[in-house]
């Protein structure tokens, strides 16, 4: 499957903006899908999880309650809405997919294909 991360931006500190990622081929609604992000110098952390369902969106401490991550599998798209937005948000977001169940959503190596990246700027 391939992946296409969209809806990065420059936004002032406080507000929204809603990133989609369009994925390729049948199969999409067999995957769990993740968006992660990348801030510059630190290493990729993981930010929101839907599994293949719909069901059960996972988050990470820092985005709860501010972002919601969604998705339209007959679309094939899944959607990640930021509201509240901080500068700590600034970094490159990605979006990934797994087509194997594991209990853990938050950890990268378990996903199978990652799009190419959108970036988020946070001004204060």
């Known amino acids: 499957v391939q992946l296409q991360a969209s809806g990065g931006g420059l936004v002032q500190a406080g507000g929204s903006l809603r990133l989609s990622c369009a994925a390729s081929?049948?199969?999409?609604?067999?995957?769990?899908m993740g968006w992660f992000r990348q801030a510059p110098g630190k290493e990729r952390e993981f930010v929101a999880a839907?599994?293949?369902?719909?069901?059960?969106?996972y988050y990470a401490d820092s985005v709860k309650g501010r972002f919601t991550i969604s998705r339209d599998n007959a679309k094939n798209a899944v959607y990640l809405h930021m509201s509240s937005l901080e500068p700590e948000d600034t970094a490159v977001y990605f979006c990934?997919?797994?087509?194997?169940?594991?209990?853990?959503?938050?950890?990268?190596?378990?996903?199978?294909?990652w799009g190419q990246g959108t970036e988020v700027t946070v001004s204060s």
């Open positions: 839907i599994s293949w369902s719909g069901g059960n969106p």
């Open positions: 081929g049948r199969t999409f609604s067999r995957y769990d």
């Open positions: 990934a997919a797994r087509y194997t169940y594991y209990r853990e959503y938050d950890v990268g190596s378990l996903y199978n294909y």
